[in-house]
């Protein structure tokens, strides 16, 4: 398979290519050439394989030329090893679970995936790579995590100075070693603007080998497919033949764009939701026909603060351009942070199943579009545990995960990209 930039210029490299550099040279994203469509066979027969079968087809054309077989056979195996059950929750509602990684948010796939791609790709390097990365929370922890103690690879994470929970910032800050976390005077947005300016630092890049680990990335991008693929093989079994549909919680909209990949491949998902908090750039692009960047909005789903969605440009690139097609497939929803709690107590009390902000806006959008005759699925996208201060908003007697910060390492710079260029120099 070979990658091109969404940006259009005549770049045409490698899975591996497209893994290291991170961010095309022009400023566009990495994306397939084409997206290959899987044989009928292989979803008649879906609920007969195991997950690491499923996984190694719908990832194969896409990794060909870059891993071997067996080396994607290892990366799928080590990589995801945790389940994504599906819960019932509310009449026709159901939650995929993706919080049962070791940082327990959904960002754990990617991440894990990603890592284990890179240790093949510089096996044979002796050079040091860097892994710039910017979080609105979940990608920081799960990226540590995933590279902690990996040889011969340093994690720079910026994330927002005040915007992240307590218990986002210690798994992130608590680690040390190859991991270092530089907070930063500002938004998510302005951090994702720093990475993407060291990207396109020519200079910066002559001297070291940086390489992002962002939804960006494709090998963050491509394993998201995953879990659509095996919560269908979940609801295949019980519900053959009726309509599917997906209600992500969105922000940087790499989630949503893997899940419109998996349609593209033949996955049968009816069509999909874009939840969003108030910052919901995307909804209002599918109202409205512009995209509007706007200033990111503090709000409880923080993983959510995105005023300027980066995947945004993919699924454009899918829909080629054309938004009378994207609206057959995507809609979109917004929710206040009044609402998040709301539902977290609500569905709490009636269902017995607690949600964290992010699933809680999920399943908002869905029931609020849901018919008599579909399924719905939310993605819950993070375990509430990382989110107890909100929780016990609504949620008093919730028991909280305490963390001590006294004793984890951060650096502060300002928003301004002389600052970090010094850190990744010096
Ligand atoms: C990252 C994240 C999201 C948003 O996912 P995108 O791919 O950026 O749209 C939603 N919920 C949680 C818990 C997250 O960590």
Do not use: W
């Amino acid at each position: 398979m070979k990658y091109i930039s969404t940006r259009k210029n005549n770049e045409n490299i490698s899975f591996k290519e497209a893994v290291i550099n991170g961010l095309s040279n022009n400023g566009g994203l990495y994306f397939p050439e084409k997206i290959p469509l899987l044989p009928l066979s292989f979803f008649e027969d879906i609920e007969k394989l195991e997950n690491d079968e499923i996984a190694f087809q719908v990832l194969q054309p896409f990794v060909k030329g870059s891993l071997t077989d067996q080396q994607l056979k290892n990366v799928i195996a080590d990589a995801i090893n945790f389940p994504t059950p599906i819960i019932p929750v509310q009449g026709n509602i159901f939650s995929l679970e993706l919080y049962h990684g070791p940082t327990q948010a959904f960002k754990d796939v990617g991440a894990r995936f990603m890592s284990r791609c890179l240790s093949y790709f510089h096996q044979d390097k002796n050079e040091n790579i860097i892994i710039l990365v910017a979080t609105s929370g979940d990608t920081g922890s799960a990226v540590a995590n995933g590279f902690f103690n990996v040889s011969g690879v340093s994690v720079k994470i910026l994330f927002p100075k005040g915007k992240i929970s307590p218990y986002q910032e210690y798994q992130m800050t608590s680690l040390g070693k190859n991991i270092k976390a530089i907070e930063v005077d500002g938004t998510f947005d302005d951090c994702q603007k720093l990475v993407k300016e060291a990207f396109q630092d020519k200079s910066l890049r002559k001297k070291i080998s940086l390489s992002s680990a962002n939804s960006i990335n494709v090998a963050r991008l491509l394993p998201q497919m995953l879990y659509y693929f095996f919560a269908y093989k979940q609801l295949k079994t019980k519900f053959n033949g009726k309509k599917i549909v997906v209600s992500v919680p969105s922000g940087n909209l790499g989630n949503i764009t893997a899940g419109l990949l998996a349609k593209k491949m033949g996955l049968p998902i009816e069509r999909f939701i874009a939840a969003h908090n108030v910052n919901d750039t995307f909804n209002q692009y599918l109202k409205t026909g512009k995209f509007e960047q706007k200033p990111s909005i503090l709000t409880y789903s923080n993983a959510m603060d995105v005023g300027n969605p980066s995947n945004f440009e993919r699924i454009e690139h899918l829909y080629n351009q054309t938004l009378d097609e994207l609206r057959i497939d995507v809609s979109a929803d917004t929710f206040s942070n009044a609402a998040t709690l709301k539902e977290i107590k609500e569905c709490y009390a009636n269902n017995g199943y607690l949600l964290d902000p992010h699933g809680a806006i999920g399943k908002l959008a869905l029931s609020k579009s849901l018919k008599e005759d579909e399924i719905g699925v939310f993605l819950e996208t993070a375990h509430p545990q990382k989110f107890s201060e909100i929780i016990v908003k609504t949620i008093p007697d919730y028991k909280s995960k305490n963390v001590n910060l006294k004793e984890c390492k951060k650096t502060n710079i300002k928003n301004q990209y002389t600052d970090l260029r010094k850190i990744l120099t010096t």
